[in-house]
């Protein structure tokens, strides 16, 4: 008998969805799919019935307008609330996650100690109790709600020591009743399996309800679907917000599919970080051997390469290309950091700064069009996502090689460098007061950053127990801070001066210690990390420009190798630390921590003018 044509419908109020979407898309390859992301309006889980109603219905008359031949409704807070409600009105079958999940978790577990975890409407609503209880009625099942892991799987932090820390504090009461199965009652929450397993141990099953939802498709609605393994169906994903938190977790998403073991989800991504790190050296040299352009271009081509291995390693489902590549894209990173020093060198000195904040602001200019490319480009391989997004990223490394390869140095003393002009030692250069300074203003400036912003929603949600909806408004906040003075910041320090400069984001940071330490009010901690972002915008601008004064042409290349490790090591172990150390010392001590760097940078700001009348004497 000839199956269905018509695409199977998926919908969630974000991405977590997706993991539902891969495994039906495993199940069954020969499908086509919808995927409706509800990303404007994420998350479902603190909102009241009546709205979630009224979100499902509107996304489920979506479906029906796209002629699928059934709704999958891959959001347990829709699923627990508003199932009826869309039975009632689709007229075609309507799969919910909830009963799927519990007949999983029932069949698992030996001891019938059940524990789940979702939304705050998903626990509150009981459903998954219900489920089970009907199926398993002398289970036992302890519920726990977990909103922050919504906000963050959408913002990518899936495993790392924020992931683990939020995920010890909301589990450990699952823990200590000695379940032995897990229900992850969000689709989100699969994204954060490698800390969810650390914390609850190799013992404990985890019951993801994706492949459970698969299974249901296949089983009860055997008469309407396609399980050979043919052409590919074709897939098309619909946002309701194209965010740029929606594609950065698609990484993290290919490396759920592609990785051996689950532990290995976040690898790619972690590997971006580290190409990054352990090139910022190697480009400065290879920048000082064979010239910026060439070292521009050449970077720009081999992650255009690297772009398309990606592409292929989704294609061939391989984990290990993947990794690599990834590698390469990291490495990378670090040939483009080197366009801040590019731009410095191409004006006079007296608009350093400004060149320096005119390149960061094109990190603005990225957030904004490099998403919509991206989902534009998702689909281009029939029956690959997202290896078209990396065919458009390799499209875009390919234009900036050849907008860079006609990058020439903008100063003679820079040609007459890149000749061959020979300079002082390094340690001579690195020994000079000025340099120490200009360092450690950015090493102060990314470390402190660092540490009280990943801190942050630790200390918000699971200490002070703010909505995960405010906690997200204060990162976001904190981020658009951090990028969006950049539209003025090299101007003001251009015209004020770079000890001005300095001055001024070094108070802006006291001045974060100062309110965010005071309290543990919502709006304590959005003026903190705001003032906290700001700071850290005109620090790091006017520590760069400080920087390209205390060497010569001829010495730039290794006196920024140097800087650019010192800078991004330390941020990279403030990072680490701030984990730890939010719950050992808590909000106010962690802040009152940063103190510590900070006066002795605003130190040896104050010896600055004794520094300078020292050196014009000699």
């Known amino acids: 008998m000839a199956t269905d044509s018509r695409p199977i419908g998926v919908f969630d109020s974000g991405v977590g969805g997706l993991t539902v979407f891969h495994a039906l898309e495993q199940a069954l390859p020969a499908e086509a799919m919808v995927y409706l992301g509800d990303t404007a309006r994420v998350p479902y889980g603190t909102k009241s019935a009546q709205t979630v109603i009224r979100y499902t219905l509107e996304a489920a008359r979506f479906m029906l307008r796209q002629q699928v031949k059934m709704v999958v409704v891959a959001c347990n807070t829709a699923s627990s609330v508003a199932m009826e409600a869309v039975a009632a009105e689709s007229g075609v079958p309507a799969i919910g996650v909830i009963g799927p999940g519990a007949r999983a978790a029932v069949a698992r577990s030996t001891s019938s100690r059940i524990?789940?975890?979702?939304?705050?409407?998903?626990?509150?609503?009981?459903?998954?109790?219900?489920?089970?209880?009907?199926?398993?009625?002398?289970?036992?099942?302890?519920?726990r709600p977990c909103?922050?892991?919504?906000?963050?799987?959408?913002?990518?932090?899936?495993?790392?020591?924020?992931?683990?820390?939020?995920?010890?504090?909301?589990?450990?009461?699952?823990?200590?009743?000695?379940?032995?199965?897990?229900?992850?009652?969000?689709?989100?929450?699969?994204l954060l399996r490698p800390s969810l397993e650390r914390v609850v141990g190799p013992e404990v099953r985890l019951v993801d309800s994706a492949r459970a939802v698969a299974d249901a498709v296949i089983s009860d609605h055997s008469e309407l679907i396609d399980t050979s393994h043919g052409e590919p169906g074709a897939v098309r994903i619909e946002l309701t917000d194209a965010s740029e938190r929606f594609l950065r977790i698609t990484s993290g998403i290919l490396g759920s599919e592609l990785a051996p073991l689950p532990a290995l989800a976040t690898l790619p991504v972690s590997l971006t970080v580290v190409g990054l790190a352990a090139t910022a050296i190697p480009a400065a040299l290879l920048m000082e051997r064979f010239g910026r352009r060439a070292a521009f271009v050449s970077s720009s081509l081999l992650a255009a390469a690297a772009a398309l291995v990606v592409a292929w390693a989704v294609v061939q489902s391989s984990f290990a290309l993947l990794c690599a590549a990834t590698l390469v894209l990291g490495a990378n990173l670090a040939f483009q950091q080197q366009q801040r020093f590019a731009a410095a060198e191409s004006v006079p000195p007296d608009q350093v700064s400004r060149a320096i904040s005119m390149v960061m602001i094109g990190?603005?200019?990225?957030?904004?069009?490099?998403?919509?490319?991206?989902?534009?480009?998702?689909?281009?391989?029939?029956?690959?996502?997202?290896?078209?997004?990396?065919?458009?990223?390799?499209?875009?490394?390919?234009?900036?090689?050849?907008?860079?390869?006609?990058?020439?140095?903008?100063?003679?003393?820079?040609?007459?460098?890149?000749?061959?002009?020979?300079?002082?030692?390094?340690?001579?250069?690195?020994?000079?007061?000025?340099?120490?300074?200009?360092?450690?203003?950015?090493?102060?400036?990314?470390?402190?950053?660092?540490?009280?912003?990943?801190?942050?929603?630790?200390?918000?949600?699971?200490?002070?127990?703010?909505?995960?909806?405010?906690?997200?408004?204060?990162?976001?906040?904190?981020?658009?801070?951090?990028?969006?003075?950049?539209?003025f910041s090299g101007r003001l320090i251009g015209r004020v001066g770079v000890r001005a400069g300095m001055a001024a984001g070094l108070a802006l940071m006291f001045a974060c210690v100062a309110i965010a330490s005071a309290g543990h009010d919502l709006m304590h901690y959005w003026w903190g990390l705001v003032l906290l972002g700001v700071g850290w915008n005109l620090l790091f601008v006017a520590g760069t420009a400080l920087l390209t004064t205390t060497y010569a042409p001829a010495e730039r290349f290794r006196a920024q190798a140097v800087n650019e490790f010192s800078v991004f090591g330390t941020q990279a172990l403030a990072s680490l630390l701030a984990g730890p150390a939010i719950h050992l010392l808590g909000w106010r001590t962690l802040n009152l921590a940063t103190l510590v760097p900070l006066v002795l940078f605003a130190a040896a700001l104050l010896a600055w003018p004794v520094q300078r009348s020292r050196n014009s004497r000699t």
């Open 115 to 143: 524990g789940v975890i979702g939304t705050r409407a998903t626990i509150h609503s009981g459903a998954y109790a219900l489920a089970i209880h009907a199926i398993a009625p002398d289970a036992e099942v302890i519920s």
């Open 147 to 190: 909103p922050l892991f919504v906000p963050l799987a959408e913002e990518g932090w899936t495993d790392d020591d924020v992931a683990y820390r939020v995920a010890e504090r909301y589990l450990e009461p699952l823990r200590d009743a000695r379940i032995d199965t897990l229900v992850l009652g969000c689709t989100h929450y699969p």
């Open 363 to 487: 990190t603005l200019a990225a957030a904004a069009v490099g998403p919509q490319l991206a989902l534009a480009l998702k689909n281009l391989v029939p029956g690959h996502e997202y290896a078209g997004s990396f065919v458009g990223v390799a499209a875009l490394c390919v234009a900036a090689a050849l907008v860079l390869s006609r990058y020439e140095p903008g100063l003679q003393q820079s040609r007459e460098a890149d000749r061959g002009e020979a300079g002082r030692p390094l340690g001579v250069v690195v020994r000079q007061p000025m340099f120490v300074v200009a360092v450690v203003a950015a090493v102060v400036s990314y470390a402190v950053m660092s540490f009280i912003m990943t801190a942050t929603p630790i200390s918000m949600h699971v200490h002070d127990h703010h909505s995960d909806t405010d906690t997200a408004w204060v990162i976001q906040s904190h981020l658009l801070a951090m990028y969006g003075p950049s539209l």
